[in-house]
């Protein structure tokens, strides 16, 4: 077995052979765990948007992939998997949040300012604040979408094989995200 020089520069080969060999998963697992703990989070944060939720989904989120790990057949890349589920419990958890929500999407979205700017861990600005209120006023689908494409920077292809979406209608809900926004924002100008 390859020697680990450095916990964050560990490989995601080195991780997921650490995780299959007998007496290291637990040190594979903790690798994982510090290797996406970060990235995972603002992912999530971008979705749910409010540090607590973030974080409780985060930790439904390791603990579905403590759970799963050994299933990974690694048809996708590591990170992709790890997307997907991260992406599938913030999904769930903001179903979850709706179901018990009867405020409608403005008044949603005003809340959502509020918390912002109450949330100790929220270190934006104004238009920071006009963004992500923009961002909440979108469909589920577009609103991930667009957060993987701006936020995240990720290649079309890579979120086709985490949403389990064409390509063509990830670039249609990319392009109607931020026509979305932008009209939001002329709406707040006025």
């Known amino acids: 077995m390859q020697a680990i020089a450095t916990k964050k520069n560990a490989s995601d080969e080195q991780i997921l052979e650490l995780l299959r060999a007998e007496g290291t998963f637990e040190r594979g697992f903790r690798l994982l765990m510090e290797q996406y703990r970060e990235r995972l989070y603002w ?20 603990i579905k992939i403590y759970r799963g790990i050994l299933q990974f057949e690694g048809k996708s890349k590591l990170y992709t998997w790890l997307y997907r589920i991260a992406t599938n419990e913030a999904i769930t958890h903001l179903q979850g949040k709706a179901r018990h929500s009867a405020a409608s999407l403005d008044d949603s979205a005003d809340m959502l300012g509020n918390r ?25 689908k577009q609103r991930i979408v667009f957060n993987l494409r701006y936020y995240e920077e990720l290649p079309y292809e890579e979120m086709s094989a985490m949403l389990g979406t064409s390509v063509g209608a990830l670039k249609a809900s990319f392009h109607h995200a931020v026509k979305k926004i932008e009209s939001a924002f002329k709406e707040q100008d006025h």
């Open 43 to 62: 992912h999530i944060r971008r979705i749910v948007l409010i540090h607590e939720d973030a974080d409780d989904v985060l930790q439904n989120t390791f």
């Open 116 to 140: 912002l700017l109450a949330d100790e861990w929220f270190d934006g600005d104004d238009l920071q604040i006009r963004l992500q209120k923009a961002i909440a006023l979108l469909p589920e």
